[in-house]
């Protein structure tokens, strides 16, 4: 693999080939093909979680985080954008029984690997009982109710 890694590693990817790859990453993760999603990293990547305060160094470790999460999640991937700078960035939803999360990532290149991600976790959850049209006005809306049933099946374009 690390050889592999090393010979793509001089290639350019282009926008849209970084795009395909991160599309192509969260289809690995929600089939649970953990040796294909070890496949789009470097070896030396890094993955940090702002959210709660955690840093994973190395694919293998990336990858085993991942592999770990408690077995019944459903994954859908909502967007993929590139940016200017040449990162991508993804939102995906993950629905876990009666949790949901939503994930903004953005991940950095070396090549055609991913070497960085940047993941924002949140939670769906209702608003807070302060938050209301009684305090802020009619400005204020709840846009509908959270939605308790899982995501589709992520199915790659």
Known sequence: MAALNAALRPLAATVEQRCALVRTLWAHVQARDWAAMRAAFSDDAVMDWPCSNERFVGADTIVGVNAAYPEGWVLRVLAVDALADGRVHSLVEVRHGEQG???????????PLIAAAVEHWATAEAPP???SAAL???GYQRIGALRREPAPPFRPA
């Open 101 to 111: 999360f939503f994930a903004h990532s953005r991940f950095t290149f070396e090549g």
């Open 129 to 131: 009982a302060w938050r």
């Open 136 to 138: 802020l006005g009619s």
